[in-house]
């Protein structure tokens, strides 16, 4: 056992602790970075004026109309910009565009003494338009050839001898949506500066250290003139990654140039309409089996939606690329990326940082494949499971392959699938308009972030004269747990009770270079560094400690005398993972410290008239290692899974892609349109259950992250009703779900099954050899169809 996992007696990590702000949350007390703005004397607020095109040069603005409104302060334009005018990292995200490249695009911002003056004023402002051609869906952007960034290109093995000697062969498309974040908290900045002209920032944001950045570069200021703090996050889910920067950069400016505190919200809304999702993608496959169902080759191009801009477009399909495995080998395999350029939002990263789209794709190509091939869905999964030994595409040697069989197993037993399964079997044969089905998907998720550099982290721990911790770390909180977690791990590693330690809001002047909070390695890293400094305090105070004349001394006294003995009482620790290695050009490393395991079953029940279903049970045993705070992994397992069924079932992105000017709006921008999941599509039975004996003895004491792996064990929803849909039909029935496979997709699904008409754009199976991996969508895809018909699945198949 490695010290960094090994614990020691009686350890505070491991039990069962509410949620650090449970109480706060719960009772409204919980201060989120917009409370603040009524406690801020002076402030004033933000507004955008957002462009009514897809695609248009701006041609004239006149903000002088906007200045004749009372209480309007100041309107922010590019000429103000004293840095650079760019709200990224890649430079291609003008924080104050002259060519509008999304509808709902911000052109300028005006602050007003109240947010009403601020919003009259921005309809004042006076913007003329030249508008251009604009490509809203990915289809369009590949015809036109609209891509940008790097086309990666993963391969192993021999892809043609795969294909050429398999008994069965394949080939299809899917194309499925993104997701919006719907963090309860949108997307907020408070900025003030002081009378040196540095600047605070209060900012809802998963990466301070990034949003610090953006900010000193638009400024033109040095990092060390910009602070920025982050409390807590009412949810980031990947939304608040990248995407905080330019609207603190907003804040900013307008602190720097009125001298007054400036904030930002935006309305549900304008965040809907304004920020980047989860990334939708089209997929083109074939794939290769042997007689028995095991896979020999697979051959895709992933084709991400990125929106307008890049933001964090090429590390997810990075990921999307290195999870196409998910927990199967699959000896010959060529996967090749690109990333649409379209007039939307930059999509950007969303729980699982396109490890979803990656594992959804080869998901998807077993549900459809296992009744052409007269294999059980369940058989089919678990006889291409990794053994030990195997390495993945991008030659990572996969370790602890065998966790997969164990959740896979537990999940049969515990959650009685046979059983059921046979009950399921006598109720579909009679019941004719309702059907029900069971169906079982595994997860596999490398944790550490792709860029190595990443994998770093700092932390600050403050032992006070009177035996009193304060410890500040460079990890977020969102709701997630992790500062409950570093609390923990703290008092673990001081061996004090809980109680002594108190943690400090996430501030870039406390810890510096911090990496964001994501790819679920919060904990880890900045559990390292936690741990790390801890370990430091603890050596300078064991000479004390060994002393037999201080037999006897408790905590504080022992600190006491330390203070008087002239000992440091606090340290900053940093921590590094170890081992990892990736080289993006040609796709191939060991990017991953570990990888986490995971295995769902879902029941749903089918209505045959209107697709309508439920969500009748669902069995989980996941792998968090040894849990470092239980409740609030269960929590995550549970939480995770329902943002993945909603991705997958519910929640449906429209945006206009006729020829009228509404061309390119999102039309769905609220929740009235956008359908989330609630108590209503909760899992009648949910039971989750966390592997046992699953100590990982490369992460803190013994833990492994648990924030996005979970969210795609929902798959085993979607193939549940897939094959629910496919019992309408006769044994053997192949269908093809649309994503999300709403109650309308679900319909159609069964009108499949049953021999009936088929969407009017879903191409008929046919038989016979496929030639090159689709990577064209059908050319009969006509623009604004119903999600449902433009469900542009089709499959060929031969033999
Ligand atoms: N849980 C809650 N409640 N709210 C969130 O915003 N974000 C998820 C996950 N769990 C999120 C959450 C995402 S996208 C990530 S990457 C991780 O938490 C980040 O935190 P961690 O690294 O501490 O797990
Ligand atoms: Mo999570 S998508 O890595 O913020």
């Excluded at 794939?287 to 939606?305: E, H, I, K, M, P």
């Excluded at 997860?443 to 994998?455: D, L």
Aim: with cysteine; charged share 20%; glycine share 10%.
């Amino acid at each position: 056992m490695s010290a960094l996992s090994q614990r020691p007696a009686n350890p505070v990590v491991g039990q069962e602790i509410p949620h650090e702000a449970a109480a706060l949350h719960v009772t409204g007390d919980a201060l989120y970075t917009d409370d603040l703005a009524v406690r801020t004397h002076g402030i004033l607020h933000a507004h955008p004026v957002q462009a009514p095109h897809a695609h248009a040069r701006i041609t004239r603005l006149d903000t002088s109309p906007a200045l004749a409104v009372p209480g309007v302060v100041r309107v922010l334009t590019v000429d103000d910009v004293p840095g650079v005018n760019d709200a990224g990292v890649k430079h291609d995200e003008p924080l104050f565009p002259s060519e509008v490249m999304f509808y709902g695009h911000a052109v300028c911002w005006v602050l007003g003494e109240t947010l009403e003056a601020a919003r009259l004023g921005s309809l004042a402002v006076e913007v003329d338009y030249d508008p251009l051609p604009s490509l809203v869906t990915v289809h369009e952007a590949i015809e036109a050839e609209s891509f940008q960034g790097g086309q990666p290109h993963m391969e192993r093995g021999d892809i043609e001898a795969g294909f050429e000697g398999a008994a069965h062969v394949f080939s299809g498309e899917f194309e499925f949506a993104g997701q919006e974040h719907f963090y309860l908290e949108t997307h907020c900045s408070i900025a003030l500066v002081d009378e040196n002209g540095q600047i605070f920032i209060q900012s809802s944001t998963q990466h301070p250290t990034e949003t610090q950045d953006i900010v000193a570069h638009v400024l033109g200021l040095a990092s060390n003139a910009v602070t920025v703090q982050c409390l807590r996050m009412g949810g980031g889910f990947g939304g608040k990654e990248m995407q905080p920067h330019g609207y603190a950069a907003i804040a900013a400016l307008g602190a720097t140039l009125t001298g007054r505190p400036v904030r930002l919200r935006l309305t549900r809304t304008q965040d809907m309409t304004m920020s980047g999702k989860r990334h939708g993608f089209h997929a083109g496959w074939r794939v290769a089996f042997d007689d028995n169902g095991v896979l020999q080759a697979l051959d895709a191009t992933l084709t991400s939606d990125g929106g307008w801009s890049l933001d964090l477009s090429e590390p997810v399909l990075a990921r999307a690329l290195c999870h196409i495995d998910n927990t199967y080998w699959i000896p010959n395999i060529r996967v090749n990326g690109r990333i649409a350029k379209t007039h939307k939002t930059s999509q950007t990263a969303f729980r699982g940082f396109g490890g979803p789209q990656g594992m959804l794709v080869i998901e998807d190509i077993l549900g459809r494949c296992a009744p052409l091939l007269g294999i059980d869905p369940i058989d089919l999964r678990r006889r291409n499971f990794y053994v030990e030994g195997q390495d993945t595409p991008y030659g990572q040697p996969v370790r602890h392959p065998e966790r997969s069989g164990i959740c896979w197993d537990q999940v049969l037993s515990t959650g009685e699938v046979l059983a059921r399964r046979a009950e399921i079997a006598a109720y579909n044969a009679s019941h004719e308009h309702s059907k029900r089905a069971l169906a079982m998907t595994p997860v596999k998720f490398g944790i550490s972030f792709n860029f190595t550099s990443f994998n770093q982290a700092g932390a600050l721990v403050h032992v006070y004269k009177d035996g009193s911790v304060l410890i500040t770390h460079g990890g977020t909180e969102m709701g997630q747990g992790l500062h409950t977690k570093m609390l923990q791990v703290a008092a673990t590693s001081l061996g004090v009770p809980l109680s002594v330690v108190r943690l400090a809001p996430t501030r870039t002047d406390k810890v510096p270079n911090t990496s964001a909070t994501a790819a679920s390695s919060g904990a880890d890293l900045n559990g390292g560094a936690v741990k790390n400094a801890c370990e430091q305090i603890v050596e300078r105070l064991r000479p004390l400690r060994e002393d037999p004349a201080n037999a006897g001394l408790d905590w504080a006294a022992l600190v006491n005398k330390a203070y008087f003995s002239r000992i440091q009482l606090w340290a900053a620790g940093f921590y590094k993972t170890e081992g990892l290695h990736w080289d993006s050009s040609i796709m191939h490393g060991s990017p991953f410290k570990y990888f986490s395991y995971g295995v769902a079953a879902s029941e749903v029940e089918v209505d045959g008239f209107t697709g309508a279903y439920r969500l009748r049970r669902v069995d989980i045993v996941h792998d968090v290692g040894d849990s470092l705070s239980p409740l609030v992994d269960i929590g995550q397992i549970e939480g995770a899974f329902v943002q993945g069924a909603g991705w997958l079932t519910l929640e449906d992105l429209r945006w206009d892609e006729s020829d009228r000017p509404s061309r390119g709006r999102l039309a769905t921008q609220a929740a009235s349109t956008y359908k989330l999941p609630s108590f209503s599509e909760m899992p009648e039975v949910f039971n989750v259950a966390l592997l046992e004996r699953a100590h990982e003895d490369g992460a803190v004491y013994g833990s492994k992250a648990v924030g996005e792996p979970p969210l795609m064990l929902a798959f085993s929803v979607r193939e549940a009703l897939r094959e629910a849909a496919a019992a309408f039909g006769p044994t053997g029935t192949s269908v093809d779900l649309a994503s999300p496979a709403t109650p309308e997709a679900v319909y159609w699904a069964v009108e499949e099954a049953r021999g009936g008409a088929e969407p009017p754009h879903m191409t008929a199976m046919v038989e016979g050899a496929p030639g090159v991996v689709p990577d064209q969508p059908h050319a009969d895809a006509a623009p604004l169809q119903p999600r449902s018909e433009r469900a542009t699945q089709s499959a060929s198949v031969g033999t």
